[in-house]
């Protein structure tokens, strides 16, 4: 083992050293055994140059719609567990898969998409509770009181199952008509319970699982427009009435028909302004080339600017696997390439390509050979792990000009803490969860020159490495 671990006090010692005192500080002397230490130097992962991480660099998630029956692909799996950091089951979840027939439940292609995630730290997005769509012969057949119970039960019987597991669900799904109209879309739902049967969807979705983020999903809402304007009208009810409902969901399915609309921003804007999350729940934007990937970058640049925007799922890895396959909407082709729409939302994301190097300036060709701009990378190595705690050390880069400080952040997983930073300084943010690690001593890199610094975090439970995100040089 040849990786020297530094105190802040500049002295370097034996990472057997260190980490015993990083255990000990732990204060239980039954986690240290020399016998338990593990060397994990070969999980390098390169900062911000995926889309999940350069998302997490702004306290975002990018997540994907995944079907149960591509995860044995291994390019499938591989993009999925690199790209991405939620998914959404893309037909799982929905009604006639896990209630076909009344009160006989069936979770397991569902369960299989959830417990992936969860091996790989991955939010799940829980699609959908009550929709007029994928609903099962028998739900549309019932008589008005037999249909409430059903309606509830499902939701409660669902919920149960993954209760703890989802960050947000759609409770009701599509419930507006298309059109000038403003009304309610005609359901067995709508039709027989009348307006108040999303009330009650959410309230009693609160009642189950009151962890889990409640979200109204739809499309052509994604502008400000009669259908979307219908559905703020019923937002800003709900929050005036107490009715549970924490965000609102932006299908978000573009082509030449239905491009992304101008005011993509202001619409996301105004319902954030109304006190909910809002969220693009199902991209895909037909087409190719720059014109694809220009519009795709300008879907990122919207959630950007919208503070209570926390992410964003499209629907789907390759063109080949998407719903609409023959309108190339996806950010990766039929082998798992990256297309030029997938880097314009990295790039969007503040992340960059290139597996470590980002100096803009080298590989150009051009007359600046890349003096002037100040850039780093950051990569992450587990150091030692052991029964309840790791250590992580992050490399900081400088690139192909010199620098005087840097800046990283280090996004922990659901129920880790840290017990202590050495060779950085640290500023959390309000969810105690996301660090930016700025230099003690160790701010000046000439070009191409490396520090670290490091850290304990204590795992309770969860062993997954935290994300490290885009490093920024000055
Ligand atoms: C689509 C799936 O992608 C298809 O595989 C399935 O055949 C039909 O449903 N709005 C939604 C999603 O909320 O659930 C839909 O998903 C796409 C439109």
Known sequence: MTINVSDADGRHRSPFRAFARRALALGGAGLVSVTGVVALSGSAQAAGTTLGAAAAGSGRYFGTAVAANHLGESGYATTLDTEFNAVTPENEMKWDAVEGTRNT??????????????????KVRGHTLVWHS??????????????????????????????????????????????????RRSSPFQDKLGDGFIEEAFKTARSVDPAAKLCYNDYNTDGVNAKST????????FKARG???????????????????????????????????????????????????????NVVKACLAVTRCTGITVWGIPDKY??????????????????????????????TSGGG??????????????????????????????????????TVKAGSAAITAWS?????????????????????????????VTPSYNGSLAAGASTSFGFTVQANGNTAAPTVSVCTAS
Request: aromatic share 10%; net charge negative.
């Open 322 to 351: 998407s719903w609409r396959a023959s309108g190339t909407p996806l950010l990766f082709d039929d082998n798992y390439g990256k297309k030029a729409a997938y880097t314009a939302v990295l790039t969007a994301l503040g992340g």
């Open 134 to 183: 994928q609903l099962p012969g028998w739900v549309s057949g019932l008589a008005a009181t037999d249909l409430r119970t059903a309606m509830n039960n499902h939701i409660t019987q669902v919920m149960t199952h993954y209760k703890g597991k989802i960050y947000a669900w759609d409770v009701v799904n599509e419930a507006f008509q298309d059109g000038s109209s403003g009304a």
């Open 243 to 297: 009715v549970p409902i924490d965000c609102v969901g932006f299908q978000s399915h573009f082509n030449s028909n239905s491009p992304v609309p101008s005011d993509y921003q202001a619409n996301l804007q105004r319902f954030a302004d109304l006190g909910v999350d809002v969220q693009i729940t199902e991209l895909d934007i037909e087409g190719s080339g720059t014109a694809q990937a220009t519009n795709y970058g």
């Open 230 to 237: 219908a559905v703020y009208t019923m937002v800003k009810d």
């Open 408 to 436: 990283v952040k280090v996004t922990l997983g659901a129920g880790q803490t840290t017990t202590g930073v050495w060779n950085g300084t640290t500023a959390w943010d309000s969810t105690g969860k996301v660090m930016t």
């Open 357 to 394: 190097t980002t100096d803009p300036g080298t590989g150009g060709g051009g007359t600046d050979p890349g003096t002037g701009t100040k850039t780093c990378t950051a990569t992450y190595t587990a150091t030692q792990t052991w029964q309840g705690g790791f250590n992580g050390q992050v």
């Open 105 to 122: 439940f069936n979770f397991s292609n569902a369960d299989s998409i959830v417990s992936h995630a969860q091996s790989k730290n991955m």
